[in-house]
């Protein structure tokens, strides 16, 4: 497995930050490769990615929500990855979004891909394109403040 640990400062209340991450369906905005999430109940999403030419859709399952704090997820797919994003009031209108994501590189070409860092890349420039998403608008697409406890 391989881990990538990334984040950014957002200029935006910790609410609406995390408010905005909650809303998976608007992820291919800002997430290279992603082309779309399609949000089946309050735990399960389906995603459908295209990431160098290759196609792949595969399902997520939320193993912990808590609002304002954190939102943890793992595929239920042959392609093993999982996560937990983080958000971290730094005062009224600035948030500190922190992601770590482990998965599991398939092939010599992911491998190598892997070594050169473009998995961690592409993750730095997702959470920036996120950040530019949030504070252009000035607020949130919508919100789910529900709580998932961890099994």
Do not use: C
Not at 5 to 21: G, H, I
Not at 43 to 56: A, F, S, V
Not at 87 to 102: A, I, K
Not at 105 to 114: I, L, M, Q, S, T
């Amino acid at each position: 497995m391989s881990t990538v640990e990334k984040s950014v400062t957002v200029n935006a209340p910790v609410r609406t930050v995390y408010n905005q991450w909650t809303q998976f369906e608007s992820f291919p905005q800002f997430m290279e490769g992603v082309e779309a999430i399609e949000q089946l109940d309050d735990k399960w999403q389906r995603w459908r990615t295209n990431i160098g030419g290759k196609r792949e859709e595969f399902d997520a399952t939320i193993t912990e929500q808590l609002p304002d704090q954190r939102i943890a997820w793992r595929s239920m797919s042959s392609r093993a990855h999982a996560g937990v994003v983080t958000f971290h009031r730094l005062n009224e209108n600035e948030t500190r979004v922190m992601l770590q994501m482990d998965y599991q590189p398939e092939g010599a070409v992911e491998n190598v891909g892997d070594m050169m860092g473009i998995v961690s890349r592409r993750v730095e420039r997702d959470l920036e394109r996120f950040k530019e998403f949030i504070e252009s608008r000035g607020s949130e697409t919508g919100a789910w403040r529900g709580e998932i406890k961890q099994n």
